[in-house]
């Protein structure tokens, strides 16, 4: 975690004053972290005021410290104490405020997979508790996605029925593997039934995993781990659900991927090509119920940051607006705010009042 958010302050330098969009570069894109307090942005579309949901939005419970200090946690969990990120920090609202950001799901970015039983149930007891109190605060600004042990998957599904009946929490945050395991493996499908009883999101966002964000080769200048890393592991994720079955075992499932679903959306092409050949690659196909792309339509879905209207015109071909929902990656400072998606212009009003929050507020419960 301190890795990442090293990265980025040191990208947000680089790339101070520049705002990619459709295929140019153009100056002085507004800040998304670290707004002055001022007015309340409010977001309309041809006259009409719309709710703004923002899926990726991220935080950090500093009072785990006390569960964690004294274990093999701590050295992930202390930079992650103060500053924007911490929950109760006052400049969170201030930039929502300045963003015209309406709503956060906020959720814990996935960590402690490598935690026993007894320290894993403790910190995600502590994470999901102040989580719901932060949102009980704040009822009109917040809704929380759960912290969950996903290295044990019974216990998972315990926390996660917890958390959303008990706690009102409106989905989950997860990992795109845990401790190198694949979430495919069919020990996992206890919490996929859960999730799909449920019916509630589950928020997939990368944390460091061997072979993708920690491949060796990704060392080196271009903070390669992030910038390649982080979608390949999204893309890596999404394809073991489709071809080793999950999605067609729980075909009711909510997910949506970080970072525009990584690499897949934008070549899904391959995977369907894939399946319409013969030989020992297109007999993997054989047992899916649908084309690899077909799942972007119902169960998969993805936030917006792909940073270039032509990549979001892209991810509307692919996915279809109704399985977009905005997201931010806050408090990381991406030039991707809500302009993005009002003025692309291949967008219907309909279409971006869904893309920025009616989507998401089926989604998370939100009342209009």
Request: charged share 20%; hydrophobic share 40%.
């Given at each position: 975690?301190r890795n990442?958010?090293?990265?980025?302050?040191?990208a947000?330098?680089?790339?101070?004053?520049?705002?990619m969009?459709?295929?140019?570069?153009?100056?002085?894109?507004a800040r998304?972290?670290?707004?002055?307090?001022g007015?309340?942005?409010?977001?309309?579309?041809?006259?009409?005021?719309?709710k703004?949901?923002?899926v990726?939005?991220?935080?950090?419970v500093?009072?785990?410290?006390?569960?964690?200090?004294?274990?093999?946690?701590?050295?992930?969990a202390?930079?992650?104490?103060?500053?924007?990120?911490?929950?109760g920090?006052?400049?969170?609202?201030?930039?929502?405020?300045a963003?015209?950001?309406?709503?956060?799901?906020?959720?814990?970015?996935?960590?402690g997979?490598?935690?026993?039983?007894?320290?894993?149930?403790d910190?995600?007891?502590?994470?999901?508790?102040?989580?719901?109190?932060?949102?009980?605060?704040?009822?009109?600004r917040f809704?929380?996605?759960?912290?969950?042990?996903?290295?044990?998957p019974?216990?998972?599904?315990?926390?996660?029925?917890?958390?959303?009946?008990k706690l009102?929490?409106?989905?989950?945050?997860?990992?795109?593997?845990?401790?190198?395991?694949?979430?495919?493996?069919?020990?996992?499908?206890?919490?996929?039934?859960?999730?799909?009883?449920?019916?509630v999101?589950l928020?997939?966002?990368?944390q460091?995993?061997?072979?993708?964000?920690?491949?060796?080769?990704?060392?080196?200048?271009?903070?390669?781990?992030?910038?390649?890393?982080?979608?390949?592991?999204?893309?890596?994720f999404?394809?073991?659900?489709?071809?080793?079955?999950?999605?067609?075992r729980?075909?009711?499932?909510?997910i949506?991927?970080?970072?525009?679903?990584?690499?897949?959306a934008?070549?899904?092409?391959?995977?369907d090509?894939?399946?319409?050949?013969?030989?020992?690659?297109?007999?993997?196909?054989?047992?899916?119920?649908?084309?690899?792309?077909?799942?972007?339509?119902?169960?998969l879905?993805?936030?917006?940051?792909?940073?270039?209207?032509?990549?979001?015109?892209?991810?509307?071909?692919?996915?279809?607006?109704g399985?977009?929902?905005?997201?931010?990656?806050?408090?990381?400072?991406?030039?991707?705010?809500?302009?993005?998606?009002?003025?692309?212009?291949?967008l219907?009003n309909a279409?971006?009042?869904?893309?920025?929050?009616?989507?998401?507020?089926?989604l998370?419960?939100?009342a209009?």
């Amino acid at each position: 975690m301190r890795n990442r958010r090293d990265f980025i302050r040191n990208a947000a330098g680089a790339t101070a004053g520049l705002l990619m969009t459709g295929t140019r570069l153009l100056g002085a894109p507004a800040r998304q972290v670290g707004a002055a307090p001022g007015k309340r942005r409010e977001v309309s579309i041809a006259g009409r005021r719309v709710k703004t949901v923002d899926v990726h939005a991220h935080c950090f419970v500093p009072e785990v410290w006390d569960v964690v200090k004294n274990t093999p946690l701590a050295e992930q969990a202390k930079g992650n104490l103060t500053g924007t990120i911490a929950l109760g920090n006052p400049q969170r609202l201030i930039d929502m405020d300045a963003q015209g950001i309406d709503y956060q799901a906020i959720n814990i970015n996935a960590w402690g997979y490598s935690a026993d039983r007894t320290l894993a149930r403790d910190v995600v007891a502590i994470q999901n508790q102040k989580i719901s109190e932060w949102c009980a605060k704040h009822p009109d600004r917040f809704v929380g996605m759960a912290s969950l042990a996903l290295q044990y998957p019974e216990l998972a599904a315990e926390q996660l029925e917890q958390a959303v009946k008990k706690l009102g929490l409106r989905g989950a945050a997860i990992g795109g593997s845990v401790e190198g395991q694949e979430l495919s493996d069919r020990k996992f499908d206890p919490f996929w039934a859960k999730a799909e009883e449920l019916g509630v999101l589950l928020f997939m966002h990368p944390q460091p995993a061997p072979g993708t964000t920690q491949n060796m080769r990704l060392q080196g200048k271009g903070g390669l781990g992030n910038t390649i890393g982080n979608p390949l592991e999204t893309s890596v994720f999404l394809s073991h659900l489709i071809f080793e079955g999950t999605l067609d075992r729980f075909p009711g499932l909510k997910i949506c991927a970080a970072h525009a679903g990584g690499y897949l959306a934008s070549y899904l092409g391959r995977s369907d090509a894939l399946c319409g050949r013969g030989g020992a690659l297109g007999a993997d196909c054989k047992a899916l119920k649908k084309k690899p792309s077909e799942y972007f339509r119902r169960e998969l879905l993805v936030d917006t940051m792909i940073f270039r209207e032509d990549g979001l015109r892209h991810l509307v071909a692919e996915a279809g607006v109704g399985q977009l929902v905005y997201g931010t990656d806050y408090p990381f400072d991406w030039p991707v705010g809500i302009d993005f998606v009002l003025n692309a212009s291949f967008l219907s009003n309909a279409d971006k009042e869904a893309v920025l929050g009616g989507n998401a507020m089926k989604l998370l419960r939100i009342a209009s």
